[in-house]
Every structure is written in structure tokens, then in C-alpha cells.
T-cell receptor
């Protein structure tokens, strides 16, 4: 089991461009979480998805950010019209079904986004 | 809102010395607390959770509700313990969403 995969590992964008970050969960996992880590800060929860459903997006900025986890394929975190403040490491984690109980989240290696 | 505080960004000890990484939290309900670790060039991984009350790699952590703390301790630090440590909290009603502290970089010197 290769674990949670994220690509690209590094992404450079100019202000105003779009950034697409991909996350493939561990085999058998149906839940995906996205976290953002700004420089010198801890990980901040952004969004929690199941296949074809957004369960909790309370940590997502109201504008320019969106996430999806389609029936087939990886989860995508999309950032439109990027600004310098979006520069951060974006981590994806996956787990088995939650159902209110905690299931260990397994983290990917992260995507480091740099906005020029 | 819930919050997790790790007051020390950097902590340096010598091999064989005791180590304590501090974690305080603020949350009005019954939280579940965790410690995650990230070794150099590796992924973030779960070290231990308070519910399991077990020792992992010689580390223990006790939830103190009175002091709202969940400090991570090890009596004799080893060089391989050098890593970034994050304390995290899960609210009882949030499913699996985690709130992380800012992390403490532990360096164990030979």
C-alpha cells in the first residue's frame, strides 16, 4: 500500500493563476481531509469529504477555494486566482469511514505551493 | 472556539535526559487529544492518543482536564526522537476533524 499520494509535490504559480492539488487516498479509505500549513504555523483544517460529498467545509475560505472527491479519481483542491498569501503547504489525509468515531488519519507528503 | 497551544517552538535536550513537550488546549466539551510526529523527510504520523493510554517509543501523555493540558513526556530521550511534534485535538462532535497546535521542534543532542 503506497499510502496517501499527493501531486504535485511542489507547485509554482503566478498571481491570478489557478492551482490544482491532487490527493489519492489510501486503498480502502473513503474519507479525505485537506489541511493547510502556513509558514511558522500548525496545520489548519480546511475541508472533509467523502466520495461525491462535502461533509464539512468550515475551514475553507469563502472565495476562490473549492474541493471535490469524485466517484472515480483523486480528490482535488482547487484555488482560483491565487494570491501570495496562498503560499503554503497543503496536506491531504485519508481515513476509513468515520461515523462519529475517530479513525486514524494517514497523511500524504504534502504539496508546497509557491505564488510568485 | 477550540484552540491548541504549544508554547515552545524549539526544544533541545541531551541524549538520556528527560524531555517534556507542553500542550495546552481550550475546549468547553470533552476533547480527544493526540500527539503527531514528523521525522525528517517523512510524513506526519500519529504517535499516540490519550484514549489508548499507552506508551509508544517510550513516550507517554496524560490528559489533565483540570489544567487543560496534554504534555508529552519521555524519561530518557534518544537521538532518533529528534522530530517535529504536533499536539492535536478532536472535538466530540466534529467527526474526525483535528485542530493542531503550532508544533515543537525537538532536537536531541548526542
Amino acid at each position: 500500500n503506497a499510502g496517501v499520494m499527493q501531486n504535485p509535490r511542489h507547485l509554482v504559480r503566478r498571481r491570478g493563476q489557478e492551482a490544482r492539488l491532487r490527493c489519492s487516498p489510501m486503498k480502502g479509505h473513503s474519507h479525505v481531509y485537506w489541511y493547510r500549513q502556513l509558514p511558522e504555523e500548525g496545520l489548519k483544517f480546511m475541508v472533509y469529504l467523502q466520495k461525491e460529498n462535502i461533509i464539512d467545509e468550515s475551514g475553507m475560505p469563502k472565495e476562490r477555494f473549492s474541493a471535490e472527491f469524485p466517484k472515480e479519481g483523486p480528490s482535488i483542491l482547487r484555488i482560483q486566482q491565487v494570491v501570495r498569501g496562498d503560499s503554503a503547504a497543503y496536506f491531504c489525509a485519508s481515513s476509513h469511514s468515520s461515523g462519529g468515531a475517530f479513525h486514524e488519519q494517514f497523511f500524504g507528503p504534502g504539496t508546497r505551493l509557491t505564488v510568485l | 472556539a477550540q484552540r491548541v497551544t504549544q508554547p515552545e517552538k524549539l526544544l533541545s535536550v541531551f541524549k538520556g535526559a528527560p524531555v517534556e513537550l507542553k500542550c495546552n488546549y481550550s475546549y468547553s466539551g470533552s476533547p480527544e487529544l493526540f500527539w503527531y510526529v514528523q521525522y525528517s523527510r517523512q510524513r506526519l504520523q500519529l504517535l499516540l492518543r490519550h484514549i489508548s493510554r499507552e506508551s509508544i517509543k517510550g513516550f507517554t501523555a496524560d490528559l489533565n482536564k483540570g489544567e487543560t493540558s496534554f504534555h508529552l513526556k519521555k524519561p530518557f530521550a534518544q537521538e532518533e526522537d529528534s522530530a517535529m511534534y504536533y499536539c492535536a485535538l478532536r472535538e466530540e462532535t466534529s467527526g474526525s476533524r483535528l485542530t493542531f497546535g503550532e508544533g515543537t521542534q525537538l532536537t536531541v543532542n548526542p
